[in-house]
């Protein structure tokens, strides 16, 4: 069965980096998008953009554009998002997902980031 | 971006009541238009996609429909596990945007 399966949570300084995993199981990992979305505490949905793992091709949301990085480890099956100059509304429950049909099915159990000196 | 307007934001409702929430886009998203349940310190669940297509192994009391800008999603009869929070999605258009959630709780 597909898993996805991220790191743990992280507290960091503002200013800072921090780089999340999500590791991928049960299906070919060259075969889907793998994409990144967040949450802020009682907050909704925002997409962060996704990564193509077979060529390492990525698609940002503007918003992120120039702090966020997306890479991949096709040795492992792993994922991995960078979002650096981190600021105290960055604090959130990170979510690597896959699609299914056409949109995301599969989630990862979330990462919570939480920005403060 | 495509801007996602959900409606209500919270509603009260009792088990066995008929819910609807309804979703409009801010531009046509050719029923590229998904939903999906979040509960408390859970990643979301979808639950319909392609504007009326149920996931499978999701209950027949889901349903949804729309098209054009317009779409809304529908609870036959809540049960006690549906009392989450219910988000639509388009992903017509990157970026991919959400609804801003309707918190569905017990009256």
């Known amino acids: 069965q597909v898993q996805l399966v991220q790191s743990g949570a992280e507290v960091v300084k503002p200013g800072a980096s921090v780089k999340v995993s999500c590791k991928a199981s049960?299906?070919?990992?060259?075969?889907?998008?793998l994409y990144w979305v967040r949450q802020a505490p009682g907050q909704g949905l925002e997409w962060m953009g996704r990564i193509t793992p077979n060529s390492g091709a990525t698609n940002y949301n503007d918003k992120f554009q120039g702090r966020v990085t997306m890479t991949r480890d096709t040795s492992i099956n792993t994922a991995y998002m960078e979002l650096s100059r981190l600021r105290s509304d960055d604090t959130a429950v990170y979510y690597c997902?896959?699609?299914?049909?056409?949109?995301?099915?599969?989630w990862g159990q979330g990462t919570l980031v939480t920005v403060s000196s | 971006d495509i801007q996602m307007t959900q409606s209500p934001s919270l509603l009260s409702a009792s088990v066995g009541d008929r819910v609807t929430i309804t979703c409009r886009a801010s531009?046509?998203?050719?029923?590229?238009l998904a939903w999906y349940q979040q509960s408390p310190g859970k990643a979301p669940k979808l639950l319909l996609y392609?504007?009326?297509i149920l996931e499978s192994g999701v209950p027949s009391r889901f349903s949804a429909s729309g098209s054009g800008t317009d779409y809304s999603f529908t609870i036959s009869s809540l049960q006690p596990e549906d009392f989450a929070t219910y988000y639509c999605?388009?992903?017509?258009?990157?970026?991919?945007?959400f609804g801003q959630g309707t918190k569905v709780e017990i009256k």
């Open positions: 997902a896959r699609e299914g049909m056409v949109t995301l099915t599969y």
């Open positions: 531009q046509v998203i050719s029923n590229s």
């Open positions: 999605q388009q992903y017509y258009i990157t970026p991919w945007t």
């Open positions: 392609a504007a009326s």
């Open positions: 049960g299906y070919n990992f060259n075969d889907y998008y």
